[in-house]
Each structure stands twice: as C-alpha cells, then as structure tokens.
C-alpha cells in the first residue's frame, strides 16, 4: 500500500493525525508542569520530548499549531521555567485525559487526580506520582515555519529520581521506572529491554 502527498492530504483529518502520529513509532510520554502568573499549575501531556545535548543538558520538546490559547506556552514565557515528568503505567490514563481543552482558572493537577510537588528555590510544580522528573529554565524555542509549530528548549536545573532506578553507568533503568510509550494519537505501550550495548566510539571498524 502507498499513500502519495496529495491522497495523505486528502484524508480525513482524524484519520490523517492518527497514520502521520503513529509512523514514527512508539514515542516517550511526558507530563509537562507549568505556573501562571497569578500561581495557577497548569499540566500538559506532550509525546515530543526530545534529548537535545547534554553539555549543557538541553531537552526539548513540540509545541503545535492551534487556534486555542495554549496555556503551557503563556506561562513557560512568563516563568522561564517548566517541569517535565515521566508517564509510568500506573496513571497513564490520568495523564492522557489532559490533552482536554480546560479553560485557564483550572488545574489539570486537580481535574485529573494528579499532586503536586515544589523544590526550593524553583516555581515549576513537579507531578509527584512521578519517578523520574525535571525543572528546566527557558532557554529558546525556534520556530518551523513548514508547520507553524515551535520546539522549546530547556536547560536542566534540577533532576530528581529515585535512587533504586539509577545505574553505575548513569543510565536510568527505565524497566524499575515502567514508562509508557505511545504511537498515534492515545494507544499506549509498556516497553521492555531488549538489549543494552555499550557506547561505540569513533574508531569503529564495522560489523562482520
């Protein structure tokens, strides 16, 4: 089966969402925390979250195109600061339900059963359900004019984790942490190991 551009354009807008969101694969599911500011927590579910560098350690992540007030964005630029918090399996469904269109004066933390947490010295609430989260500074975002969408850049100011979860190696075992992924717009995985490899440096010969 092929589908050409124009036959992709042409499809149904729901249909077309769910082939466009789902050929990628299965993607990381994240929790993205915010505060306005008159101090109103604001929770957003973003399947974008990217590694951007980790010297300094940037993670960035998709804002789309939308005729509504997106809230995340308004109070990102007011703040300079946001959290991002790892989805496990124990509230995904929780998490998926704020996508919803909630106007400004309510808290995705109340309306979807989720509780937040602060570090001193930082405004960005953390979901506390959470094993694996960060506050990250605004540091840019930069706009793609093909899509009208912008990517906003984070620069990690404070990771918390639990200890259990973290490896010699620093990798996070992401087995003890049980993340969800998801492909399209809500069908949601639980993903396993399925082999670990050590990293491959310049002098590289080949595989035989």
Not at 127 to 138: D, N, Y
């Amino acid at each position: 089966m092929i589908f050409t551009a124009s036959q992709i354009q042409a499809m149904d807008r729901t249909y077309r969402l769910n082939l466009i969101n789902s050929f990628p694969g299965m993607k990381p599911v994240n929790l993205v925390g915010t505060i306005s500011s008159e101090g109103l927590s604001n929770l957003a579910i973003i399947s974008s979250v990217v590694h951007i560098g980790s010297d300094p350690p940037l993670i960035g992540f998709m804002m789309r195109p939308s005729n509504t007030p997106r809230h995340t964005y308004t109070n990102i630029k007011e703040a300079n600061e946001f959290s991002i918090n790892m989805v496990t399996h124990k509230f995904v469904d929780r998490a998926h339900f704020t996508s919803g269109k909630f106007s400004a004066n309510v808290s995705e933390f109340q309306s979807c059963g989720f509780t937040e947490s602060y570090i001193a010295g930082y405004h960005a609430p953390l979901v506390k359900e959470s094993p694996v989260k960060a506050i990250l500074s605004f540091e840019e975002e930069v706009h793609l004019s093909s899509s009208n969408s912008i990517l906003i850049v984070g620069k990690i100011q404070c990771l918390w984790l639990q200890e259990s979860t973290l490896q010699e190696d620093g990798n996070i075992n992401m087995e003890k942490c049980r993340p969800v992924a998801v492909s399209g717009l809500g069908t949601y995985f639980q993903p396993t190991q399925l082999a670990s490899f050590p990293y491959v440096g310049s002098k590289v010969k080949g595989l035989r």
